[in-house]
């Protein structure tokens, strides 16, 4: 019996997944005041506590109310990660102010999307309006936003924050850089993918092990 239970705990184990992934989702409500020709803007620091020890795929969904979507700047941050979510959106050299569009809403930023949010109405909201819903690239354009444009080479990505541990502090940063059109941050949103920390696999492994060996064990002493 005894060897039984060991032969039926050693199956049980191998057969478990050694890198098993986790999906965790974390939304933060400010309805703060994004200042208005500011470049200190509003930075919002949250700290998370988190099974995931490797992240392997991170979302950002973001709603901002009001303003002119070409004066943001909107980036962020965690650990050696950094990602600029937006910078100047539909800044060119024919028009270094970007779109006049007011708001954002429920945009989500992910690197599966096929399309850089910066030229955003080359596929959507071609007539104005504020921006709803989507899957989006991030900006990426890591220059002064001052004079960003479409061209200018894009290299801040989330892909940045694959493989680090997802506890501690995340900072999103916004800021109006240009005059006229009051911005509220209403709130932003995380969704981690990843790898659990070890110790947290092997314990919840380790239990759903032995809830199985005491039901081999009851079905076999009947």
């Not at 100047?88 to 599966?112: E, I, M, Q």
Request: no cysteine.
């Amino acid at each position: 019996m005894k060897r039984s239970l060991a032969a039926a705990a050693l199956v049980l184990l191998a057969a478990a997944p050694l890198h098993a992934q986790t999906i965790e989702n974390y939304t933060f409500t400010l309805n703060s005041t994004i200042p208005d020709n500011d470049p200190t803007g509003l930075a919002d620091l949250r700290s998370i506590t988190s099974a995931i020890g490797s992240i392997t795929d991170l979302k950002v969904t973001l709603n901002i109310a009001g303003g002119f979507n070409g004066d943001y700047y909107v980036y962020l941050t965690h650990g050696t990660g950094f990602a600029v979510l937006l910078n100047r959106v539909g800044s060119t050299t024919g028009n270094p102010f970007g779109y006049t569009d007011s708001g954002l809403s429920n945009v989500t930023f992910t690197g599966s999307a096929l399309v850089d949010i910066h030229q955003y109405q080359g596929t959507q909201n071609p007539l104005g309006g504020a921006l709803s819903g989507g899957n989006w690239q991030v900006d990426g354009r890591n220059v002064d936003p001052a004079g960003a444009l479409d061209t200018d080479p894009r290299t801040a990505f989330l892909s940045s924050f694959n493989g680090l541990d997802a506890n501690g502090g995340w900072t999103l940063f916004v800021a109006d850089v240009a005059g006229v059109g009051q911005g509220t941050l209403v709130s932003w949103s995380l969704q981690i993918t990843g790898v659990p920390e070890p110790g947290t696999w092997l314990a919840g492994t380790l239990a759903g092990t032995a809830l199985a060996l005491a039901r081999w064990r009851r079905r076999s002493a009947r």
